[in-house]
C-alpha cells in the first residue's frame, strides 16, 4: 500500500507536470541541439516535451534531444531543395563574401523554401489533429521561421516563446529581407481569415537569447527578453576517449579549429585551404584539430600535425584544449582573462537551466503574459521614429527664427526710417 505521504508527493508531481510543444525544424545541427537541450532542461524538471522536427537537411542527425517525445515529419522533395541549395549557395557566400551582411542576405535565397515546407508541415496528414489532442500547457521555438506562430496557433497553443541560438539580432529580418507578413501566405490558403502572421509572431510572452550580459555587448533590452547563454554547453568536462587522449599528447601545444554551422571548412575556398596547411606545415611542434565536414576532400594529406574530425563536440568540453603563446604572453594574458571569466559564468546565482524552467513554468501557469507587451509595438511609423516630436521641434524652433529675423527687420526699419527723419530736421 501506498503511504499517505508518498501518495499526496506523487498526484502533487502528477498534477504539476507540464506538456511543451517544441517546434524544431532539422535544417542546422547547432540550432537543433540548442533546442533539444531546451527540451531535455525541461524533461529533467519533471515535465514533458514533445518535440516536432520536419526534417529539411538530412545532413542533421537526429532531432538533437535524448529525453523529448519525437514528432518527425520527412523529409520531403522541398526538404532536398533547401539542402542542395544551403550546400551550393549559402555555405559559397559566407566565405566568398567580404562583408557580413551580404553572407547573412544570401539566407533569402533559401526562404520560398521554408514556406513551401512550412505549408508541407501543416498539411501532413494527421498531424495538427493530433498535436490538438495532446492539449498543450505552452510552446516554444526559435523565432527565424515564423511557421512556428501558425502552427501554434492551428494548434491551439497562446501561451508560448520565441528564442535563440545566437545572440540577439538588432534589424536581422530588415536585412534579409525574410521573414515577413506577405511570405506566409499559406495559412491564409489553407484557413481562409487566418490572422495576420506578424500578429501572432508578436503575441510571444517570453523571448530568450544565447548569450549572457558578462560575455556580450551591452544592448537594449526589455522585460521579455530572457539571456539564456551557455545553456546548451555542458556543465562539466568529459574525459576523452584513448583516441583523442593519444592525439593531444603527441605535441605539447594543440588547437582547435571550428567555423560553426553555416561557414563549414569544407565550402572555404581553395587558397584558405592552403594557408591552414601552409601554417600547419610551419609549425611543427604544434597539433592543429580541423573540423572539416568531408574527409573525402583528403585536405590534411601529407601533414602529420593537422588531424581531421568532422564534429568537435567531444572536444569542446575538453579543458586541456592549449595554445601557443607569441607576442611576450599575449595568448597567456587571454588566457588568464578567460579563465576569470569562465568562474564568473560558474558562480552567477542562477544557472540558465534555471531561469528557462521557472519562466517556462510561469508562462503556463500565468500566461499568455501581457504585462510584458512593449507599448512601442503599437506605435506608428511617424510615432515611433519620434517624427513627430522631431517635427514639432524643428516647426518651433524655424518659428523662432522666422519671429526673430522678422523683429530684427521690423527694428532695423524703425531704427533706419529714425536716422533719415533725423537727418532731415538737421
Not at 132 to 154: N, P, Q, T, V, Y
Request: aromatic share 12%; proline share 4%.
Amino acid at each position: 500500500m501506498f503511504r499517505p505521504a508518498l501518495l499526496s508527493a506523487l498526484l502533487l508531481t502528477s498534477s504539476s507536470a507540464l506538456k511543451f510543444l517544441c517546434y524544431s525544424p532539422r535544417f542546422a545541427s547547432s540550432h537543433v541541439n540548442y533546442l533539444g537541450k531546451l527540451s531535455d532542461t525541461l524533461v529533467d524538471a519533471g515535465h514533458e516535451v514533445v518535440l516536432l522536427s520536419p526534417v529539411l537537411s538530412n545532413e542533421v542527425k537526429g532531432a538533437g534531444s535524448a529525453k523529448a517525445r519525437v514528432i518527425e515529419i520527412p523529409q520531403s522533395a522541398i526538404g532536398r531543395a533547401f539542402e542542395a541549395s544551403m550546400s551550393e549557395n549559402v555555405m559559397d557566400e559566407f566565405w566568398k563574401s567580404s562583408e557580413s551582411w551580404r553572407a547573412i542576405q544570401s539566407w533569402g535565397a533559401t526562404f520560398d523554401l521554408w514556406v513551401a515546407q512550412c505549408n508541407y508541415t501543416i498539411t501532413y496528414p494527421g498531424l495538427l489533429e493530433t498535436l490538438r489532442a495532446e492539449k498543450f500547457d505552452g510552446g516554444f521555438g526559435e523565432s527565424m521561421d515564423w511557421c512556428i506562430a501558425g502552427l501554434f496557433h492551428l494548434v491551439g497553443i497562446d501561451k508560448f516563446a520565441l528564442t535563440e541560438s545566437i545572440a540577439h539580432k538588432d534589424g536581422f529580418h530588415a536585412i534579409t529581407q525574410v521573414p515577413n507578413a506577405p511570405a506566409y501566405k499559406v495559412f491564409d490558403e489553407n484557413v481562409p481569415g487566418f490572422p495576420n502572421i506578424v500578429n501572432l509572431m508578436a503575441a510571444n510572452s517570453l523571448f530568450f537569447v544565447n548569450s549572457d550580459p558578462l560575455v556580450d555587448f551591452p544592448k537594449p533590452s526589455a522585460a521579455r527578453l530572457i539571456d539564456l547563454g551557455g545553456i546548451a554547453v555542458s556543465n562539466a568536462h568529459g574525459e576523452l576517449d584513448e583516441k583523442w587522449s593519444a592525439i593531444f599528447d603527441l605535441r605539447p601545444r594543440t588547437i582547435l579549429m571550428s567555423f560553426g554551422t553555416f561557414a563549414q571548412a569544407w565550402a572555404m575556398p581553395d587558397a584558405y585551404k592552403e594557408m591552414i596547411r601552409a601554417t600547419a606545415r610551419a609549425m611543427p611542434d604544434v597539433t592543429f584539430i580541423w573540423k572539416y565536414e568531408k574527409p573525402e576532400h583528403n585536405v590534411t594529406q601529407g601533414i602529420a600535425n593537422l588531424i581531421e574530425t568532422t564534429r568537435c563536440s567531444p572536444l569542446c568540453v575538453y579543458d586541456s584544449l592549449r595554445t601557443g603563446q607569441h607576442h611576450g604572453g599575449q595568448l597567456r594574458g587571454y588566457r588568464d582573462q578567460a579563465k576569470k571569466t569562465a568562474a564568473m559564468l560558474h558562480d552567477k546565482p542562477f544557472t540558465a537551466r534555471e531561469i528557462f524552467v521557472k519562466n517556462m513554468e510561469f508562462l503556463a501557469k500565468y500566461g499568455p503574459l501581457r504585462q510584458l507587451d512593449h507599448y512601442g509595438r503599437h506605435l506608428n511609423f511617424i510615432q515611433f521614429y519620434l517624427i513627430d516630436v522631431i517635427g514639432s521641434v524643428i516647426l518651433s524652433v524655424g518659428i523662432i527664427v522666422a519671429l526673430t529675423l522678422y523683429a530684427i527687420a521690423r527694428l532695423a526699419r524703425f531704427f533706419g526710417r529714425a536716422f533719415i527723419l533725423k537727418k532731415k530736421l538737421a
